[in-house]
């Protein structure tokens, strides 16, 4: 971007015209384009939105904007960005075919791995804490910004449906492939809580980079990427820390043998996961804890196995193995969740107080 681009866009915005700033690229995103906008009183991010991958750009405007209007944001312990509007009090700004969106700057650090369990606890509490936050607004005036992203069930026809036409399968394969097809009884338990749990503001992509951290990394500073906010289940975004946070090794690893769940980051995630959903969680949303990182391990084995079938048409791949490699580690860590299960059980007894 130049700065003469950069002046247009941000000239959309009454209290930036005719400003003097300087810019710069900033964070290491794989989605949006991200700069820094820095006047002489203020910083600002803004980002280019990728339309490529997010197609209905209008839903996430729609969401964020239902969120800002029956939400207050000033009763939450930390920062919720929401787009700034522009002088046609729209969030998204267009600017030679493109879209764009600017934010506060919010002064912090991001992780891409924890380095203590207790910034797992507090990632999980932040994360719980916005779901309780948003109790009272309807989530049924949410609308998909990716349609059926955490439905295991869709996720599990796709599969099927990709192996019907995948021919001369290797051996190892057609051993993935007959795992994720024998999860079947964890889609039912799934469909199961679909139906008792009633629909919450999630943000169904709470990975440890989506927040900002205070500089002391003691605090959550902020909760930040919010274009995948949609009504869902409170097991989408326990699911996901436990995925994320609670595993040895990264999704790309292929170290197999060090490959697990840690049981003491999942104790940490659950108690702060809990501490913020506790006075808001029904029954059956706190049971739904118990598979939330079995669900979210396997939606993510079936779209990348998927995807493998599918020639690698969805996920950009360094080799043409990587995806299938990919699903190969989300079925180990996937097993180890179900073999540490009576363990992991045992830890939602003591931290919920709750009985089957």
């Keep these: 971007m130049k700065e003469e681009q950069i002046s247009s866009i941000i000239g959309q915005y009454d209290f930036l015209k005719e400003k003097k700033f300087e810019f710069q690229t900033f964070g290491s995103g794989l989605i949006h384009g991200t700069y820094l906008i820095q006047t002489s009183d203020s910083k600002y991010i803004l980002q280019?939105?990728?339309?490529?991958?997010?197609?209905?750009?209008?839903?996430?405007?729609?969401?964020?904007?239902?969120?800002?209007?029956?939400?207050?944001?000033?009763?939450?312990?930390?920062?919720?960005?929401?787009?700034?509007?522009?002088?046609?009090n729209d969030s998204l700004t267009?600017?030679?075919?493109?879209?764009?969106?600017l934010f506060d700057f919010v002064k912090g650090e991001t992780l891409q791995q924890i380095?203590?369990?207790?910034?797992?606890?507090?990632?999980?509490k932040a994360y719980g804490g916005f779901a309780s936050w948003?109790?009272?607004?309807?989530?049924s005036l949410m609308q998909e910004s990716i349609p059926n992203f955490h439905r295991l069930d869709w996720r599990f026809e796709n599969l099927e449906k990709a192996a019907q036409t995948s021919k001369n399968l290797k051996h190892e394969e057609l051993e993935i492939l007959n795992f994720y097809l024998s999860q079947k009884p964890l889609v039912e338990k799934y469909l199961?809580?679909?139906s008792k749990c009633p629909q919450r503001i999630t943000h169904n992509d709470t990975k440890i980079n989506n927040l900002i951290f205070t500089e002391d990394l003691e605090k959550v500073a902020a909760v930040i990427d919010l274009d995948t906010l949609m009504g869902g289940l409170l097991l989408y975004d326990f699911g996901d820390l436990v995925r994320t946070v609670a595993c040895t090794e990264l999704e790309t690893s292929r170290n197999w043998e060090n490959l697990e769940l840690k049981p003491e980051i999942f104790q940490k995630l659950l108690e702060g996961y809990w501490e913020g959903i506790s006075e808001i969680a029904t029954e059956d949303e706190a049971k739904s804890l118990l598979i939330a990182g079995e669900v979210m391990t396997c939606i993510m084995g079936l779209r990348f196995f998927t995807d493998h079938l599918q020639g690698n048409i969805y996920y950009k791949v360094q080799y043409p193995e990587q995806n299938f490699h990919r699903a190969k580690n989300q079925m180990i860590f996937l097993?180890?969740?179900?073999?540490?299960?009576?363990?992991?059980?045992?830890?939602?007894?003591?931290?919920?107080?709750?009985?089957?």
């Design 192 to 194: 199961d809580f679909l």
């Design 48 to 88: 280019e939105f990728n339309n490529s991958v997010f197609k209905y750009p209008e839903r996430i405007a729609h969401n964020q904007q239902v969120l800002g209007e029956k939400g207050d944001v000033s009763e939450l312990p930390f920062a919720l960005p929401l787009p700034i509007l522009n002088t046609l």
């Design 335 to 356: 097993r180890s969740q179900q073999r540490l299960a009576p363990q992991l059980k045992e830890l939602w007894y003591k931290i919920t107080g709750l009985t089957d």
């Design 94 to 101: 267009k600017f030679d075919g493109k879209l764009f969106r």
């Design 115 to 124: 380095q203590n369990s207790e910034q797992a606890y507090l990632a999980a």
């Design 134 to 139: 948003s109790k009272e607004i309807d989530a």
